[in-house]
């Protein structure tokens, strides 16, 4: 649009002239007119060009959101699809680990037995092995009725056929446990701890599926070391459980 300025000096070129005053004033405001149809034309032109703008920009947004939205169920439905994954390798190892506490159980069991049988059979000599050279005769006397004594309970117990039936139950299923977990170790390997692999081998080892203490191997060795291999595969396998499973106990 012209300036006052702009506007007096077309005028006073206009008056210099030969045109008429009439006709310099329809030729101003024919001017003027056509000054302020161009501004209004400009302003229109730069108003439709930033509604388009604005429409190309929304139009971008739309599609970025899109595709952001895209991406995010994309990725929400990875981390469902890995939860749900997670989950169940979670539940398929609790399931292996309680499997497993249970064979040990079994195995433990049997140790209970053959060690109450140890200790039976071990009772006299821990007694004859406490005589004392100043005991009176009476004393004497009584000390080896109470080995005689010890020695009929050891024998009572090894024969009962209460005893017997139950010594076989639990070796049978010793047998069992033994087979058990070295399949388990086989068919579970890809997801059972190589640690558990590891523990429960040394245990099998010590153990074995027909156990029997060793040449040179004592009565109360033999129970020592088939409690002890047993005892340490429950404890090994119980803090590997619990790591691996994220297992927390709480004490209030």
Do not use: C
């Not at 005028?11 to 149809?37: H, M, N, P």
């Not at 433990?108 to 200790?119: F, L, Q, R």
């Not at 087979?179 to 692999?197: D, F, G, Q, R, Y």
């Not at 429960?200 to 409690?227: C, Q, S």
């Amino acid at each position: 649009m012209l300036t006052e300025k702009q506007l007096y000096e077309l005028i006073k070129a206009l008056q210099s002239s030969t045109f008429t005053t009439t006709q310099i004033i329809f030729l101003t405001l024919g001017i003027l007119f056509l000054a302020i149809l161009f501004n209004y034309v400009l302003a229109r032109l730069n108003e439709k060009a930033k509604i388009q703008e604005n429409n190309a920009n929304y139009e971008r947004l739309k599609k970025q959101l899109i595709e952001n939205t895209e991406a995010i169920k994309g990725i929400d439905k990875k981390i469902s699809s890995e939860l749900w994954i997670s989950q169940q390798v979670w539940q398929k190892k609790y399931e292996l680990y309680e499997n497993i506490y249970s064979l040990l159980f079994n195995i433990k069991k049997w140790v209970d037995y053959e060690s109450g049988i140890i200790d039976l059979h071990m009772a006299p000599h821990y007694m004859a092995n406490s005589y004392q050279p100043y005991f009176t005769a009476e004393q004497e006397e009584h000390f080896w009725q109470e080995i005689k004594e010890a020695q009929k309970d050891y024998d009572t117990a090894v024969n009962a056929q209460e005893t017997k039936e139950k010594g076989k139950k639990l070796q049978q299923k010793l047998l069992e446990a033994m087979t058990s977990l070295a399949e388990v170790m086989i068919t579970k390997s890809i997801i059972l701890n190589p640690k558990v692999t590891s523990s429960l081998k040394i245990m099998i080892a010590e153990i074995g599926h027909d156990p029997f203490p060793y040449d040179y191997e004592e009565p109360d060795a033999y129970g020592d070391r088939i409690n002890t291999a047993i005892d340490g595969a429950i404890e090994a396998v119980k803090q590997l459980a619990l790591e691996e499973l994220q297992i927390v106990h709480r004490v209030n």
